[in-house]
């Protein structure tokens, strides 16, 4: 009897370990897949930008701003 409840005790163990591990991959595919994201988003941005200001875009600042009013 002993015997037995040492073999299922070892069993849902490994069961268990098993679902720890599997879980901790998920938790570190989803940060991967945050992280990229990001990255991917903020470059994106950043091109979306340069595009606009080369384009001349009135809703993007200009490359190089010169002054408001003529310098008497």
Do not use: K
Not at 7 to 31: E, M, T
């Amino acid at each position: 009897m002993n015997i037995r409840i040492g073999v299922i005790a070892s069993q849902a163990a490994s069961v268990s370990s098993s679902a720890c591990a599997r879980l901790a991959s998920l938790w570190r595919n989803a940060a991967t897949a945050a992280l990229y994201d990001g990255y991917i988003g903020a470059y994106a941005e950043f091109h979306r930008h340069e595009y606009l200001n080369r384009r001349g875009s009135m809703d993007a600042p200009a490359r190089i701003a010169g002054p408001a009013e003529p310098i008497n």
